[in-house]
């Protein structure tokens, strides 16, 4: 079970890239910076006696998140916790509420495209990756969700999950002057908990959260799944048009120049550029101590508009492959994901990362420091 579960966490967010061509949540807990800093074990306002992580000022970020958006996005997060790399293997994703406040959600991850990625049991059975109940206190600004499949593992496989009793308690208590976050978990024997593993834990949340706030209003162009213009009735993500905030050439120049930086930046990444093709060889070590190597392939055509990223494993076999497809007139971009089973994948999830990789593109192509 640990192999399958390391395995499962490599689907989830496959160090140190995910599948899409772009840093993964875990490359960023190893070195690329987050989107508030946390901080373990400190002193809680709120229950007082007792430790918790907190963030840093929300008010002093740019631009500044105030508690109201902190808090709707987290509940909107917790509606659809799904990021680009589950929604390859994603079977559902069901919400149902006793009241706008008090919901629960259910992610079901496909057992029969686990077992084709080699992460499954063998036998098609599905993993119930995350089983919670989520209550909103809006009034006090908190939310409280009851976790039923353990979050360290990635939750349990569906004829293991049960909801007779929580595993953890998860709360996040929004604070004023200035406006903090205050996070910490009960476990199933009743310890608090607020150390540095939990940090790690919330950073995934807060770097999702506070990132999609941030994206959005900073986004000069937004994106949204839709129908692909490549591929006619195929899906695809999408931008809006592009015309009044860049010209072609310098996207395309500036979307080659960005994709190569965020591989350089990996941990142990040999780094091999010629004049449309960029190799990134990363070096990792599995759970029983062998080194194994994830390449990740971008080729590019500036004459075409397309950039196609591949990701293989160890073994030489493709992962996933990503497509960046610019159109001239009007100037759009469409993306889209072809997994290891051939399935085309593009999700909600996508589109917003998809936004934040635009619109850091068409910043950098006005900008004289590129």
């Not at 074990?41 to 500044?64: E, F, I, N, R, Y």
């Not at 072609?248 to 960005?258: E, P, Q």
């Not at 076999?317 to 994948?345: C, M, Y």
């Amino acid at each position: 079970l640990k192999a399958s579960l390391e395995s499962l966490w490599s689907l989830q967010s496959p160090p140190p890239l995910v599948s899409v061509g772009v840093v993964s949540e875990r490359a960023a807990s190893m070195g690329v910076s987050h989107s508030v800093e946390l901080f373990a074990d400190q002193d809680s306002p709120t229950d007082v006696g007792q430790k918790s992580v907190m963030t840093a000022s929300l008010d002093d970020l740019d631009p500044p998140v105030t508690a109201e958006q902190f808090l709707a996005e987290f509940i909107d997060h917790f509606k659809w916790p799904i990021d680009p790399a589950a929604e390859a293997v994603l079977k559902s994703c069901t919400v149902t509420e006793a009241s706008a406040d008090d919901f629960t959600v259910k992610v079901i991850l496909d057992g029969a495209k686990l077992d084709s990625y080699g992460y499954g049991k063998g036998d098609g059975t599905d993993r119930m990756r995350s089983w919670k109940r989520v209550v909103v206190d809006r009034v006090s600004k908190r939310i409280t969700t009851h976790d039923y499949v353990p979050e360290p593992t990635l939750g349990a496989w569906v004829d293991e999950a049960s909801d007779k009793e929580a595993v953890a308690v998860f709360h996040m208590q929004l604070l004023s002057g200035p406006t903090r976050a205050e996070f910490w978990v009960v476990d199933k024997e009743g310890t608090r908990l607020s150390d540095a593993g939990l940090a790690q834990g919330v950073y995934h949340l807060t770097d999702r959260v506070v990132g999609a706030l941030q994206a959005a209003a900073k986004a000069k162009v937004k994106v949204a799944p839709g129908k692909s213009i490549r591929n006619q009735g195929e899906d695809s993500v999408l931008t809006q048009p592009m015309e009044e905030h860049v010209d072609y050439d310098s996207f395309f120049d500036k979307m080659t120049t960005v994709m190569k930086e965020k591989m350089e930046k990996l941990p142990n990444a040999e780094v091999e550029v010629a004049a449309t093709e960029v190799v990134v060889r990363v070096k990792e070590q599995d759970a029983d101590g062998k080194e194994r190597v994830h390449t990740h392939t971008i080729k590019h055509s500036a004459e075409s508009g397309e950039m196609v990223i591949t990701h293989t494993d160890q073994d030489g076999k493709i992962v996933n492959t990503s497509f960046r497809q610019v159109h001239k007139s009007p100037l759009v971009v469409e993306a889209w994901n072809i997994t290891r089973n051939g399935d085309r994948t593009a999700g909600a999830a996508f589109a917003k990362m998809v936004q934040k990789e635009v619109n850091e593109i068409i910043e950098r192509a006005n900008s004289w420091f590129g």
